[in-house]
């Protein structure tokens, strides 16, 4: 197992609900940046949301503001991805991805190069 290890995942039907579990073993948590990207077969990855950034708070791609929301659970190095209203175009392997500080939550999000720290993919399928 590497540093990330991701849980969760599945299939649901549209309007549904999932969670993501991200845990961070062995890594200086408070100084990553760590968030969620997801790729699906035919498309560019995106960046779907992160926290620890250097401007503060959550961010969320516009395609899963108010349906997404990251947390984590800083004692258990462990973040979460909760996604709500599940929509076919959702459907994607998401990787949980993280690298050192500092980074700006809009260069994470856009960014198609290699984190430092990636899970092994959770594949999240909606059916409409």
């Known amino acids: 197992e590497g540093p990330l290890v991701e849980s969760g995942g599945g299939l649901v039907q549209s309007g549904g609900s999932l969670r993501l579990s991200c845990v961070a073993s062995?890594?200086?948590?408070?100084?990553?940046?760590i968030g969620w990207v997801r790729q699906a077969p035919g498309k560019e990855r995106e960046g779907v949301a992160c926290?620890?950034?250097?401007?503060?708070?959550?961010h969320y791609a516009d395609s899963v503001a108010g349906r997404f929301t990251i947390s984590s659970d800083n004692d258990k190095k462990t973040v979460y991805l909760q996604m709500n209203n599940l929509k076919p175009e959702d459907t994607a392997i998401y990787y949980c991805?993280?690298?050192?500080?500092?980074?700006?939550?809009?260069?994470?999000?856009?960014?198609?190069?290699?984190?430092?720290?990636w899970g092994q993919g959770a594949q999240v399928t909606v059916s409409s």
């Open positions: 991805a993280a690298d050192r500080i500092p980074w700006y939550s809009n260069t994470w999000l856009r960014f198609q190069g290699s984190f430092s720290y």
């Open positions: 926290i620890g950034s250097i401007d503060d708070g959550p």
């Open positions: 062995g890594l200086d948590f408070g100084n990553l940046v």
